[in-house]
């Protein structure tokens, strides 16, 4: 069965920092876009991040520009959401996504993981 395992979620202070994974299992990763999206209670999903199958091209939101870096593993098949000076409003329930091109629309990405738990509270 393809699925998508999102980890490294948890409590952090502001300013802290944490490391999302994206694993794949079932599939390889190498053809496609990966995205970070994160959906905080109430409001609409948003994209966050994203890099290309070749890892080559990435993009990130405003709000977390300079802040977050996204990376990709092949070795690993794995996808990697580096997060630093959290603040709270960074608290969210965070996905990966996998699709044929990157960018932060949700319409562009076909296979979902189940999501990580962020909260960033003192």
């Known amino acids: 069965q393809s699925q998508l395992v999102e980890s490294g979620g948890g409590l952090v202070q502001p300013g802290g920092s944490l490391r999302l994974s994206c694993a794949a299992s079932?599939?390889?990763?190498?053809?496609?876009?990966i995205g970070w999206f994160r959906q905080a209670s109430g409001k609409e999903r948003e994209g966050v991040s994203c890099?290309?199958?070749?890892?080559?091209?990435?993009n990130y939101a405003d709000a977390v520009k300079g802040r977050f870096t996204i990376s990709r593993d092949k070795d690993k098949n794995t996808v990697y959401l580096e997060m630093n000076s959290l603040k709270p409003e960074d608290t969210a329930v965070y996905y990966c996504?996998?699709?044929?091109?990157?960018?932060?629309?949700?319409?562009?990405?076909?296979?979902w993981g189940q999501g990580t738990q962020v909260t960033v509270s003192s």
């Open positions: 079932g599939f390889t990763l190498d053809y496609y876009a």
């Open positions: 890099i290309s199958s070749s890892g080559g091209s990435t």
């Open positions: 996504a996998a699709g044929l091109a990157p960018g932060l629309a949700t319409i562009r990405y076909h296979y």
